[in-house]
């Protein structure tokens, strides 16, 4: 597998598993049950769209390393006019009687663009210190120090929720749902700026504990649910 498949499917576990957790959080939350199956489809594609910009993020910046370039060479306004092509793709296919969307980029554009530059600078050092016969766990050791690892994760998830509570000003619930909306999306920040905190630890003890092991193998460990 290429390093940037790695890099890739790592992320993509954190942000699958991430949401897993929020939602099963917000299931708990008796108030909010009954609404969640109409918010479901919404929390799901928008983890994806966010996997998908995750994607391109890592990829060009693998791609400005082959060329030579260095980590500050990266253009960030670049790649956030990209992602707006992840999120054309994502407002048509979410788009039913049932919500509405027309992006305001002006109410989240620089949380978006801290948060590629967040991502981009990981990756380039990930990559740039790259060891082929290393596991990926002692890749992130010999990069980063284990406060730094765990700052930076806690930091892209963090600004991710920023950013997925600053959208649903772009978004028009329709019927019942509109009426709950500004409640949901307060719990669903709560619970997800939680969840980034739990997260984070765990990702971080895999990689400086746990040398690489999954969330499997937690053992008789409290679950994170």
Known sequence: MSKVNVLCDKDSEMMLEF????VGRLTGHLPLRIFLSLFQHFLDANVLK????????????????????NGEGIDVDAL??????????FVSKLSTPLLSIEVRYDDFAEIRKKRIAS???????????????????????????????????????????????????SITFHGRAGKIKDLF?????????????????????????????????????????
Not at 19 to 22: T, V
Request: net charge negative; aromatic share 10%.
């Open 19 to 22: 949401s897993r957790l929020c």
């Open 185 to 225: 999306a307060g719990r669903l920040f709560a619970v997800m700026e939680k969840a980034a905190v739990d997260i984070t630890i765990e990702y971080t003890r895999r990689v400086y504990v746990d040398k690489g092991n999954s969330f499997g193998s937690r053992g008789a460990q409290e679950p994170l649910y």
């Open 50 to 69: 966010e996997i998908e910009k995750d994607r391109l993020i890592i990829t060009h910046t693998a791609a400005e390393l082959e060329k030579g370039n």
């Open 119 to 169: 991502l981009s600078n990981m990756s380039f050092e990930l990559l740039n210190n790259w060891q082929n016969a290393l596991p990926f766990s002692d890749i992130v050791k010999n990069t980063f120090t284990e406060n730094v690892y765990k700052e930076i994760l806690g930091e892209i998830l963090h600004l991710y929720n920023v950013e997925t509570k600053m959208l649903s000003n």
């Open 80 to 89: 956030f006019e990209m992602t707006k092509e992840v999120d054309s793709e």
